[in-house]
């Protein structure tokens, strides 16, 4: 099952560039969804959550289209400490307590 | 900060072993989970609990099983190692309600079966 789909990348792009990553999901009653930031050869970390008004953070905005049922990240001003593979993930409400990850886009920022 | 600590950060196993992976949270949360990532697959759940003694099985059982005796440790246990069970293990916990704000990981264990 492909519960949470996203766009594999690898998304190249400049300093200083803005990047959005999308992601779909599945659920329609999914409840909660977030943003993890992995780097290579690290373990996940949770970047942010997504809240249904669309959140911000620094350079890092996420959205959430609940009647499209897609996610967004969007990166401003990119650094090179940007790259690395962001997963969307996803709560879905019939799974108890599972988190559903996505398989990841890839960033690569360049000097 | 929440830890989960996983035992080891690489292991080498020859096939048919036995193998234990151990995880061990500080934060006294109640659900507890294992995945493995492999490339181009991500992250697949393989069993995880919301309890001591209580487990479920997630997406790929098949070839492990668990163990929770303690609220702060879930061991995951390769019965019979083989070669396809090389990958990237992960470790995760959090509260029940914090299944809202997602997880915790582990620094994950490499697992390369020979």
Redesign the interface.
Known sequence: RKEVEQDPGPFNVPEGATVAFNCTYSNSASQSFFWYRQDCRKEPKLLMSVYSSGNEDGRFTAQLNRASQYISLLIRDSKLSDSATYLCVVNPSNSGYALNFGKGTSLLVTP | DVKVTQSSRYLVKRTGEKVFLECVQDMDHE?M?W?RQDP????R?IY?S?DVKMK?K?DIPEGYSVSREKKERFSLILESASTNQTSMY?CAS?F?AQ??????????T?LTVV
């Open positions: 659900n989970f995945y181009g697959l991500g992250l759940l995880f919301y479920e997630g992960l959090s029940p299944a809202n704000y997602g997880y915790t990981f582990g620094s994950g490499r």
